[in-house]
């Protein structure tokens, strides 16, 4: 699938090309990583799903490339992207500077979910985040991100399958090479009901296969 706003094209091969060029300033190895993202990531998915001059919550940002591409995109008026890394909000401050645009953006380095911003936001996105969470900590991490979405708001969550099996170990060995961590799946399931539980309506569910990898996709909109 392929979307776009105005001129902006959310064909994945596109959406590389302007990582690549966005990021030139990364090692070459990064750069490419990153450029390679909207090839196992479906952004295109998600962008759909966040409403024109949307006010952002990214929840655990990184190097800021789904911010980057909202922003590009003239999609967002405002956004906030959180991690523990300074080094990666260092990038995501850069790319987000690069994009042309306008938008109100900050960074902000957290060291607990709790520090999240207090604030309300038209859209929260966790975006593969929750499988590098300490089990006993994802409840806490998932409960803080939705307290920050508006009413009629949207919790966008993103994270790798379960199943099947080799997807699920394909993703694991990824992590592994890249962040040495051998990561321990989230139920997906669980955080459904955690979501409803809070006052959220389930409004998409998808399962997204993408190369070797899969895709755990969930939508929920604030009643």
């Not at 949207?154 to 890249?178: G, Q, Y």
């Amino acid at each position: 699938m392929s979307a776009s706003t105005g001129s902006f094209s959310f064909d994945r091969k596109d959406l590389s090309r302007f990582l690549f060029d966005l990021y030139d300033y990364e090692p070459k190895l990064l750069r490419k990583l990153i450029s390679a993202r909207p090839y196992v990531c479906p952004f295109e998915e998600m962008e759909r799903h966040v409403p024109a001059n949307a006010k952002v919550l990214d929840v655990g940002c990184g190097n800021g490339a789904l911010l980057a591409i909202l922003l590009a995109s003239g999609r967002i008026s405002e956004a906030t992207g959180c991690d523990v890394h300074e080094g990666a909000l260092a990038s995501a401050r850069k790319a987000a500077g690069r994009t042309g645009h306008s938008a109100d953006v900050s960074f902000l380095r957290i060291g607990s979910f709790a520090e999240l911003p207090d604030d309300c936001f038209d859209v929260v996105t966790m975006v593969d985040v929750l499988h590098h969470v300490a089990e006993p900590e994802r409840k806490t991490a998932v409960e803080e991100a939705i307290k920050r979405v508006g009413p009629a708001g949207v919790f966008l969550f993103k994270d790798m399958v379960e199943a099947p099996f080799w997807r699920r170990l394909a993703h694991n060995i990824d992590d592994l090479i890249f962040s040495g961590e051998w990561v321990k799946q989230v139920k997906t399931a669980e955080v459904e009901k955690q979501v409803r539980a809070a006052g959220f309506e389930l409004v998409e569910s998808l399962e997204i296969p993408r190369v070797f990898y899969g895709n755990t996709l969930r939508v929920f909109r604030k009643i």
